[in-house]
C-alpha cells in the first residue's frame, strides 16, 4: 500500500508542468549553446541545423573568458544582437594571417569580438572600438581585464562617425590592418567609405548582417536598414577598390580585401 496515493488528474498536471520546465530549461541551454540567438531567426545558416551544431562544437576553441563573457552577455535582455562566436573566431583567424596589429572595431556591444581581436593581437596591438552605449562597455570591461588584454582595446564612447573623422584627422589613414563594421546599419556606406581610407593595402573591411535576416532576397521600401545594406551589398560588388568575398556565415558577412 502506498504511503500517498495521487488522483490521475494530479500525476498529468505534474507531468505536464515537469515537461513545460525541461522545456525552458533545454530551450535556455539551447539558445546559449547556440551563440548570438539572432541566428534563430530565420537566418542563414540556421543555428538549429545540426550540422552548424556539429560545425561549431568541431572547430570552436573558446577562451574561458570569451566564453564567460558570452553567457554574461546572453543574461542582457538584448543579448542576441552579440556577434556570432564562429564569425568572431574566423576573423580573429583572418587577423592573425594577415600579422594584423591594428584593428578597428565599429559597434563594440559587450565587446566580444573585441576580445577575440585583443587576443589574437600582439602585445603590442591595438583594437580601436566604436560604441555609443557605455553600459555595454562596462558589462565587458572586467572580461578584458581578467583575459589580461584590457590595455589593447581603446574603446571611443561616441557616435562611430566621429570616432573615424577624428582618426583621420589624426593622420592613421591607411593604417589599420582590419575592421569590423557591425553598428547601425544606416551607416554602412559611410562606415565603409572611411574604413577604407583608415585600412591599408592588403588590409581587411569586414561588413556583418549583409544577409540581413535573409531580407536582402526580398526588400521592403521601409525597411531602410535593409535598404542600406542592399545598396552597399550592390555597391561593393561593383567596387574595383576591392577584392570581395561574401561568406554564408550568420547572417552573412562580406569580406572586402583592400587593393
Ligand atoms: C550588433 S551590436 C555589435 C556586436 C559586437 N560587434 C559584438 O562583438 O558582439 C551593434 C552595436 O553598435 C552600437 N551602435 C549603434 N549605433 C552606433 C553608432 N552610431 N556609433 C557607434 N556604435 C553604435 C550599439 O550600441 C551596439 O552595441
Known sequence: MPVFRLSKE???????????????????????????????HNTLPKRDDPLIDYVLRHSLREHPLLKKLRLRTMEEPEGMIMVCCDQAQFMA???KLICAKKVLEIGVFTGYKALNMALALPDDGKVVGCEVNNDYINIGKPFWKKAGVEHKIDVRIKPAIETLDELLVAGEAGTYD????????????EYYEKCLRLVRKGGIIAIDNVFWHRKVLKPDKNDTACQAIQHLNEKILRDVRVNISMITMADGVTLAFKL
Open 178 to 189: 582590419f575592421a569590423f563594421i557591425d553598428a547601425d546599419k544606416q551607416s554602412y556606406n
Open 93 to 95: 583567424n583572418l587577423a
Open 10 to 40: 494530479v500525476l498529468a498536471g505534474t507531468a505536464v508542468l515537469g515537461a513545460f520546465a525541461a522545456g525552458v530549461i533545454i530551450g535556455k541551454k539551447w539558445a546559449i549553446l547556440h551563440f548570438g540567438t539572432r541566428n534563430m
